[in-house]
């Protein structure tokens, strides 16, 4: 594929990020003219890997999705229906909550990983507790870049497949050092590579002992594994799926899954501010990394969201007659006909001190040690071990469902889906189809639904405020979104198919 140019594809590729010591300059800017980052320490190159995680999140897929439907009574955006209708969105990069958005913050993100990687060959430690600080911020930097250019690839190509030869997005390694820089979109199997080359080296240095109080908001080494569970799944490696996620959950897996039958999380429905303070917070041992994602999925006033009697159903459906899934409260109103399952804080950056106006936020859960467990179980049944994925459901299971039996067996899944005079619904489809109907549940409002729609090719229908419905089947092109028009019409980058 030739190489083709764009226009700063990192948000310029920088975003205003400053680097001083890295960029050539005349002789007039031989000192440094301003405040600057100059990357002359590894306190300071650490410091700067805080900006190497997105503040876009990736759950405004959730509008796009089977979970939601046609929502009256909230402000709608023009790119918020856009996605509902699967249409590409055309909103600027500002605007958060979109691919463009996504894209430049996200390689923003990615930019400062690379500054970092840039400079440490040639920093020069002189004991071996530096040589080990080295290491840590090598793999952090690594596993950051990795993740970034992952999501990426997932959102903006088509989902791999082992003959994946469909056009990905740029892996940016370097930082840029000229005003543009020439890029290509890899094949999407290529940048998995990459992404594999990344996470490999950074679990090999990843070293929790650097991070203090503050160690869920960094890749430590149970995020770095709980990302190499999810990005063995997609690949669909399942044989290292099971590994890095049996390496996470060793012996006692329920640990790493929330109590929400507990006494502790049923006090907290009481209050809508606890409750997802206890559901985010980085005292859980299952919450492997947290994020700040600047985002409107958290408010009930904005955007599409689960209809009342679709997310009644979806709660109230389980194997388990008589029990009550804990999952389903505490939840917002939202607008006239929906609801919003209380997960994140609403959170608000001012502008300034005495400002009202900025930018709201909240503190997602970017790996959990639900995801890692469903993974497993996930990756359990297509290797036809049936056993192992059933036992990982039972644990999982008995801390969502309360007030009866919920000990999860063939009969009573066969009965569940109807499917007790139909042999050709396996116990293998059966598992498969009950872990996906559980990942719906469990990351509602959270992004995740629409990776798995796109695993799977599952078909997507929403209703319109006509009373008319459009369709999304399994193979339509419009699940790979459209790269931003700037790098499509400055850059040179080829556009995904229409």
């Known amino acids: 594929m030739k190489k083709q140019r764009r226009y700063r594809l990192e948000k310029m590729l920088m975003g205003g990020l400053l680097i001083g010591g890295l960029l050539g300059c005349d002789d007039f800017l031989d000192e440094v003219p301003d405040n600057r980052v100059n990357l002359n320490s590894l306190d300071k190159s650490a410091q700067l890997l805080t900006n190497a995680y997105s503040v876009a999140s990736p759950a405004f897929t959730e509008w796009m999705t089977d979970n939601v439907g046609f929502t009256t009574g909230v402000t709608i955006r ?5 996605a509902y209708q699967w249409e590409d969105i055309t ?5 958060q909550d979109t691919p463009d958005f996504f894209w430049y913050e996200t390689y923003n993100a990615i930019a400062h990983a690379n500054e970092v990687l840039a400079v440490l060959d040639g920093f020069e430690v002189t004991s071996e507790e530096e040589e080990i600080r080295k290491d840590a911020i090598e793999a952090e930097a690594k596993l950051t870049r990795a993740y970034g250019h992952f999501m990426l690839v997932n959102l903006f190509g088509e989902h791999y497949t082992v003959e994946s030869s469909g056009d990905g997005v740029p892996y940016v390694k370097t930082p840029e050092t000229v005003f543009i820089e020439t890029y290509e979109r890899e094949s999407v199997k290529k940048v998995y590579n990459e992404v594999e080359d990344d996470l490999l080296d950074g679990l090999e240095k990843v070293n929790d002992s650097y991070f203090g109080n503050s160690g869920k908001y960094h890749f430590n080494t149970n995020a770095a594994l709980a990302f190499a569970s999810r990005f063995y799944l997609y690949k669909g490696d399942v044989t290292r799926c099971i590994q890095y996620s049996t390496e996470l959950l060793g012996a006692n897996p329920g640990s790493f899954i929330r109590d929400l039958t507990s006494e502790e999380f049923q006090n907290a429905k009481s209050s809508i501010t606890g409750y997802p303070q206890l559901y985010t917070s ?3 041992p299952g919450n492997f990394l947290l994020m700040r994602k600047i985002s409107l999925v958290q408010r009930p006033d904005f955007a599409h969201g689960p209809l009342s009697d679709f997310y009644s159903d979806l709660f ?4 388990f007659p008589g029990t009550t899934d804990e999952r389903e409260n505490p939840a917002f109103v939202k607008g006239d006909n929906a ?3 209380v997960r994140f804080q609403n959170l608000f950056e001012r502008s300034s001190l005495n400002s009202n106006v900025g930018l709201p936020y909240h503190i997602a859960i970017s790996f959990s040690g639900e995801e890692v467990l469903l993974n497993r179980a996930e990756a359990y049944t297509i290797q036809n071990d049936l056993n192992g994925a059933l036992a990982d459901l039972n644990v999982f299971v008995a801390r969502r469902y309360s007030g009866g039996n919920t000990t999860l067996t063939f009969e ?3 009965a569940f889906f109807g499917a007790n ?5 396996t116990d293998q489809l059966i598992l498969l189809n009950y872990i996906l109907f559980e990942r719906r549940k469990e990351f509602i409002i959270q992004g995740l639904r629409w990776f798995d729609i796109k ?3 599952i078909s997507v229908t929403h209703e319109l405020s006509d009373g008319s419905t459009i369709s999304l089947s399994g193979d339509d092109l419009r699940r790979v979104l459209q790269i931003p028009q700037s790098a499509i019409e400055v850059g040179g980058l080829e556009p995904n198919e229409r």
């Open 78 to 82: 023009q790119s918020q229906e856009q």
């Open 91 to 95: 909103s600027g990069p500002t605007e």
């Open 282 to 284: 980085p005292d859980l």
């Open 316 to 319: 109230a459906a389980s194997p």
């Open 339 to 341: 609801l919003l399952p």
């Open 412 to 414: 009573n899944l066969r």
């Open 421 to 425: 005079n139909d042999p050709t619904f």
């Open 455 to 457: 695993r799977y090719g």
